[in-house]
């Protein structure tokens, strides 16, 4: 049985060697050898006039059809609304793994996504996080606001899946997610598989999710997976630390930053980092995994009347109730899903008109935790399984980073405000800023792990950037100013801090005066809220500045912003609006389109919370 030179692409050395190789082959190996050939030809050929010659099992030579060029792949592209990068990290994720299985994969957030390619798409995925009260990431706004729109086209072509990321303790869990999928519906699109809400534990619905949806775009596919399981796997040597590895980073300073008298307590905290290969950039977040407190873990125990040492299944790991509580579940925030779970277990009517009603829910949980439900409600008839399988996995509690990996090697700053309140006369406890302020001490470690924040980072070393960071906010604005400075960056720096107080609450006061002297800061302006009669803020020091900063705008200047969400940074966003518009002679539509362009140009970001 020999291959003969019939219109072959082959020259006649090549077909000797090819009958050599033949010659050494089983029935059976010939057999699948020849299908694998006349596959790999059709997949990977270039058109060409000549047909390919191959020998079947007979001996015969059969001179197959010319090669018809492969039809495009399925172009996926992927579009993600992140506020803190887990969106992106997961769209980029399942990007690789795609392009992998042999797709043409285009991967964008949503704000470099030019909205007139809607009308080419062919396949859509969407990965959306929802930020603070339903509303998207600040990178999502321009296109959730376009699909919406009255220019929004009609997207019958397009096939889409959406994946929802959240945070149940919000009221308008996975919102984002949830609008996108619905309005892509409405637009015509056609849903491919289902949307999955994921809470802050998501990687296993996420992972599902996609599975799911791989599987369908994989319908009718020719794949390359038989090239790609012969490819080698290459093992790395060195670990990576993760959410789902965290490292464990020994406290090397701890410092309450806050002055004798004040009302505030703020934790300096040094961590470090050494050989544990870990990496981040200024504007990153640093997670804490925390553990619960164990005096409220032992009342709530008591107040169930369970056995601390009863043995539950958390994870198809076995611990005691009181290990689960202490380590692995949270306590001290009332979701949704979770009190839905626990209605299942109480006849309590004014549990259930409290589950039933929006406000009524909304009141009574803010603030509140598990001992309060268990105390009022009862009783339940649960078992200690019963109720670990109510609950929610403890989540890590991330901080803005306060220092640059260049100017402390092998460390880690982060500044963290201790939480404390009282609700019906019992005082409640922060779980991770009390715990560092209470009961860890120099020597002592946590379980960390780097959260990327692509959407928070210094500009070019020659622009000019203004900061806006009252109170801890004021955290990765050390970390930016100490990266500039150990690059000998030449753009100028302009710092807006407040606080309550002067004297006890100018946060690394001697580190900024130092900095303003040297030149690094160009300029500092500080507002205490408490220092005089009438209150003033940082929005109006922004105010008393504002053709300044419009010149800075105007010569190039990225504007950031970063701490509480829900009254600083919407006082400082509208404050900021004002400044364009009475600046530059712009009405209030026109002042809108600035900033929104500045947005897109990366020149206005916002790590709020």
């Known amino acids: 049985m020999k291959l003969e030179v019939i219109n072959s692409p082959f020259n006649e050395q090549q077909v000797q ?8 082959l089983t029935q059976n190996q010939k057999i699948w050898l020849t299908g694998y050939l006349s596959a790999t030809a059709v997949v990977g050929a270039q058109v060409t006039n000549e047909p390919i010659a191959s020998e079947q099992p007979s001996g015969n030579v059969v001179v197959l059809p010319t090669p018809v060029e492969k039809a495009p792949s399925k172009h996926i592209t992927i579009l993600y609304a992140s506020q803190t990068g887990n969106a992106g990290g997961l769209a980029k994720k399942y990007g690789e793994q795609l392009q992998k299985a042999g797709f043409e994969v285009n991967v964008s957030s949503m704000s470099d996504f030019k909205t ?21 990431p600040d990178n999502a706004i ?42 892509l519906e409405k637009l015509g699109a056609q849903r491919i ?27 009718g596919e020719v794949s390359d997976q038989t090239i790609q399981e012969a490819a080698p796997t290459v093992l790395e040597s060195s670990v990576e630390y993760s959410r789902k590895n965290p490292f464990n980073a020994e406290i090397l300073e701890k410092i309450n930053l806050n002055a004798h008298g004040s009302n505030k307590e703020t934790i300096h905290l040094e961590l470090s980092l050494e050989n544990s290969g870990i990496t981040f950039e200024p504007g990153d977040s640093l997670a804490i995994y925390p553990t619960n407190n164990e005096s409220l873990v032992n009342s709530l125990i008591a107040a169930l009347g369970f056995d601390s040492d009863k043995s539950v299944n958390v994870d198809d790991q076995a611990v005691t109730l009181k290990e689960a509580l202490m380590d692995l579940l949270e306590i001290t925030t009332l979701t949704k899903p979770v009190m839905q779970k626990i209605g299942e277990f109480t006849l309590s009517e004014e549990f259930h008109e409290i589950l039933a009603d929006r406000e009524a829910f909304k009141s009574y949980t803010n603030g509140r935790d598990l001992l309060d439900v268990i105390g009022k409600f009862g009783p339940f008839s649960w078992d200690e399984q019963n109720f670990v399988n109510s609950l929610r996995k403890l989540p890590a509690r991330q901080y803005s980073i306060s220092s640059s990996l260049a100017a ?10 201790t939480v404390r309140y009282e609700v019906d006369g019992r005082e409640r406890l922060g779980v991770c800023s009390t715990q560092v302020a209470d009961k860890l001490e120099i ?14 980072k210094l500009p070019a070393d020659d622009t000019p950037i203004i900061m806006v960071g009252p109170g801890t906010g004021v955290a990765p604005f050390r970390s930016f100013i100490q990266e500039r400075e150990e690059r000998g960056a030449e753009g100028k720096n302009w710092l807006f801090f407040g606080d309550q107080h002067f004297v006890t609450d100018f946060l690394y006061q001697t580190e900024w005066q130092s900095w303003l002297k040297s030149g690094v800061l160009t300029k500092l302006d500080v507002a205490f809220s408490r220092d ?13 500045h504002a053709a300044e900063i419009f010149s800075w705008l105007e010569q190039g200047a990225t504007f950031y912003v970063c701490g509480d ?21 712009k009405t209030e539509e026109d002042a809108k389109a600035y900033l929104e362009e500045l947005r897109k140009q990366k020149r206005y970001q916002r790590d709020v919370y």
């Open 532 to 544: 005089k009669a009438e209150k003033v803020y940082v929005q109006h020091k922004m105010q008393k």
């Open 565 to 585: 969400k829900d009254h600083m940074a919407a006082d400082v966003h509208n404050t900021l609006l004002h400044i364009i518009a009475e600046q530059g002679n």
């Open 17 to 24: 060697q090819l009958n050599e190789v033949f010659a050494t």
């Open 408 to 417: 402390y090697p092998d460390e880690v700053h982060l500044t963290i405000g």
């Open 142 to 183: 321009s296109f959730h606001s376009y699909l919406y729109g009255k220019r929004a086209p009609k997207l019958d072509h397009v096939k889409f899946a959406v994946l929802s990321l959240g945070d149940s303790s919000y009221e308008f869990f996975c919102k984002t997610g949830i609008d996108f999928d619905e309005q």
């Open 193 to 219: 598989a289902d949307r999955v809400d994921c809470d802050l534990d998501y990687d296993e619905p996420a992972a599902k999710w996609f599975e799911s949806v791989k599987l369908k775009l994989q319908e």
């Open 443 to 456: 020597g002592d470690s946590v379980r960390v792990y780097v959260q990327k924040n692509p959407n928070f």
């Open 116 to 136: 007139n390619a809607l009308k080419k798409l062919d396949h859509l995925l969407v990965v959306a996080s929802t930020h603070g009260e339903g509303e998207p």
